[in-house]
């Protein structure tokens, strides 16, 4: 029997009659649908949830919506843009598909038309590797460097691409879990930031000029990290390792510690707490430079405690 796995809609559009229109289609057809009344809005979320398909509205005539488009073509290569466009004509359909949607619709929206966008752009989404029929292993590896300013994109490739069997909490969950990994990775392994020293460098605002400075260090500047992800099809789990080129640190007393007590010179003690909170078969290597996390495929939603993440 083939499974129809839940696709994650964002909505994007100041009408909130758009907006019921949209969600009362969608009801019933595996769509969990989040809503935005405009881009600045739009973009957190999108960061946030890595949606599957966004339709939003073109916000003519300042074309907002256009450069929305072509902003999150750069930011999540492979997610579907539908085009809402009130003008009846051909230059504005090629003026959104030149923005990189790879569809237009025109307002009001038919309920015929808004079926064949979807399921057009359903079969345009990039196919994750727990969908694909017959897999019994797969493996990812990716090798970036130690600038901080990349991990969101690359944490928001690792959601979309390995990721999207899971339900929408527990994305936001590894999402959390996996940037706080690689931000250790970076900070406190590859470039040596202990946690009180980038604590007092962010109270004095000078957080930016302590990056600058040890990624010009020789001995740090070329410093990667390696992230491998393993899918395994019989098991039902995904694995993530992360490796950084640093010392390592002894991780053993900071597994077991309370959240009460996480103020520690090599790591944010804090960060792991809650990383083993959502994971608790988080582990490291003797050295303590690589971590890894399995991730049943089955995975149950965490505690309502559990679902308010704070960043690095």
């Not at 509205?57 to 256009?66: I, K, M, N, R, V």
């Not at 450069?67 to 085009?83: E, F, H, Y």
């Not at 019989?234 to 510690?257: H, S, V």
């Not at 290597?285 to 960043?311: H, M, Q, T, Y």
Request: glycine letters at 6%; proline letters at 6%; charged letters at 20%.
């Amino acid at each position: 029997m083939t499974t129809v796995h839940p696709c994650t809609l964002l909505v994007i559009d100041p009408c909130p009659d758009t907006q019921a229109q949209i969600l009362d289609h969608v009801q019933g057809r595996d769509f969990s649908v989040i809503t935005a009344a405009d881009p600045r809005a739009a973009l957190s979320t999108i960061d946030l949830t890595a949606p599957d398909i966004v339709i939003t509205d073109a916000f003519l005539p300042e074309g907002h919506g256009l450069m929305l488009a072509k902003t999150l073509r750069a930011r999540q290569d492979g997610c579907p843009v539908i085009v809402l466009t009130r003008q009846p004509s051909n230059a504005a359909a090629v003026e959104a598909l030149r923005a990189g949607a790879v569809d237009y619709l025109q307002k009001p929206i038919g309920v015929e038309e808004l079926a064949h966008a979807l399921q057009r752009a359903r079969q345009a989404t990039r196919a994750n590797i727990a969908h694909l029929p017959g897999l019994q292993h797969c493996e990812y590896r990716l090798t970036i460097d130690s600038n901080p300013s990349h991990v969101p994109g690359i944490v928001s490739w690792l959601i979309k691409t390995t990721a999207g069997s899971l339900s929408e909490v527990q994305r936001l969950h590894l999402r959390g879990t996996l940037s706080e990994l690689l931000f250790n990775a970076i900070e406190h392994g590859n470039l040596e930031i202990f946690y009180q020293e980038k604590s007092r460098a962010i109270l004095d605002n000078r957080y930016d000029e302590l990056l600058a400075q040890r990624l010009s260090t020789p001995r740090l500047k070329d410093r990667t990290v390696a992230i491998t992800v393993r899918y395994d099809g019989p098991a039902q789990t995904l694995e993530y390792r992360i490796a950084d080129q640093g010392k390592g640190f002894k991780w053993q007393g900071l597994l077991n510690r309370t959240d009460a007590d996480t103020n520690h010179r090599e790591a944010n003690g804090r960060g792991i707490f809650l990383a083993r909170s959502l994971f608790p078969n988080l582990t490291y290597n003797v050295a303590g430079n690589e971590a890894c996390i399995k991730v049943p495929l089955g995975w149950n939603v965490p505690s309502k405690r559990d679902l308010f993440w704070r960043g690095p």
